[in-house]
């Protein structure tokens, strides 16, 4: 009778506490309760906050801009607002909704499209001003107290869609103002304006942080316009040359998170990056998928015990591989992201964001590699077990 074998796999799961028992002395309809309460108490509080503005979205549509963005990795788009600055009026929005764009087209509100003469970068913070002509804009203030109310006006999503959102200045430090409006990513750009219809800043990121209860804790910042340095740059090669690098290693890095979320989940899965931009991962996902092929033909053969530890040790062997090239790969890259942080003519922004990436491509390196040790100390096949004959 042949012996067959049979895949037995091996997942890793990351136990985070979780605790199997309720909250104390609360149902699920309580706590869901006390989140609806806690949504119309924030809800009734900003419609408070939007009745003390005089002016609305449309008095100031004129000011408002859309930035719409095309390139290799599609199309996006964001929020921007022109305001004067220095005696000069500027289209302002933030670097990161430009950056790796081929194409750019800034459009009001109104639908009047607007053709910038220059660019400038803010220094140490995520904002690019572009210089206009016969245009104006909206006044820039300085002056604000925590507890202020604020207006955020712009584009829901990135969608082209008109937003108002309401809330109050919760903190204030030199080059920041965190702020209660509820904005998303989408509002990227947009101003936030005081009662007086003054800009206090431009609305740049949300932060996400898990407190001591489980609770997520939301935080939305907004950079300050003033008291920054500003440099011209040739907006055209400094694009070419850092911005598209910027947006493809964040696109890269968003890919081997992918793959390593597939691969925990089961060590046996193929990887389908045939198309994707980046020759490494492409190459990596090649080499593992006919790695997962050779371990398919395996599964028919009829083995020896000799042969089965050989088959086991084979693929411990190459699982152990696998990752380290793919682990290898994230550092090579990390490398590179931390040496044009380096460069000189990089913004304080862009020379960030590049930190930012090579600490998480090394970050990623490390957890695949950490895998790739514990799918090497298992067995894969077992011999089944022969069925019992009855008389």
């Known amino acids: 009778m042949p012996l067959n074998i049979l895949p037995r796999l091996f997942c890793t799961l990351a136990l985070l506490g979780i605790s199997s028992s309720f909250a104390e002395g609360k149902t699920d309809e309580e706590t869901e309760l006390e989140k609806q309460e806690a949504l119309e108490e924030r809800l009734a509080l900003e419609q408070e906050i939007k009745g003390r503005f005089s002016y609305s979205f449309n008095d100031i549509a004129e000011q408002l801009v859309t930035v719409s963005c095309s390139g290799p990795q599609g199309r996006s788009s964001g929020s921007g607002f022109v305001a004067t600055l220095d005696g000069k009026t500027y289209l302002f929005t933030n670097q990161h909704v430009i950056l790796g764009a081929e194409t750019i087209s800034f459009k009001t509100a109104t639908g009047r499209l607007l053709r910038p003469r220059s660019v400038e970068l803010a220094a140490r913070r995520d904002i690019a001003r572009l210089l206009l002509q016969d245009t104006e804009g909206l006044r820039v203030s300085e002056s604000m107290q925590k507890e202020d109310p604020v207006g955020v006006f712009g584009n829901s999503e990135g969608g082209g869609v008109a937003t108002e959102l309401y809330g109050k200045v919760t ?52 950079y300050r316009l003033t008291d920054e340095q500003w440099g011209a740059v040739n907006w055209k090669k400094y694009n070419e040359k850092y911005g598209k690098l910027y947006i493809r290693n964040e696109r890269l ?15 046996f899965s193929r990887m389908s990056f045939e198309d994707h931009r980046d020759a490494g991962l492409r190459k990596w996902a090649d080499e593992h998928n006919r790695m997962i092929n050779r371990i398919e033909r395996t599964m028919d053969k009829r083995l020896t015990q000799r042969e089965l530890n050989n088959v086991n040790k084979s693929i411990r062997r190459d699982m152990f591989d696998s990752a380290e090239d793919l682990s290898e790969a994230c550092r090579n890259r990390a490398h590179q992201m931390q040496f044009l942080a380096e460069q000189k003519e990089l913004t304080g922004f862009l020379r960030n964001a590049f930190e930012r990436l090579a600490a998480r491509m090394n970050y990623a390196a490390g957890e695949i590699e950490e895998y790739g040790s514990k799918l090497a100390e298992h067995n894969y096949f077992y011999f089944e077990s022969e069925p019992t004959s009855s008389y």
């Open 171 to 222: 903190g204030i430090t030199p080059d920041k103002v965190e702020v209660s409006a509820d904005f998303v990513s989408g509002n990227s750009g947009s101003p936030v304006l005081n009662l007086d219809q003054e800009v206090i800043g431009i609305a740049s990121y949300v932060s996400w942080k898990t407190d001591k209860d489980d609770e997520t804790v939301t935080r939305r910042f907004c």
């Open 253 to 267: 890095i968003d890919s081997i998170f992918d793959a390593a979320t597939i691969w925990y989940g089961n060590p």
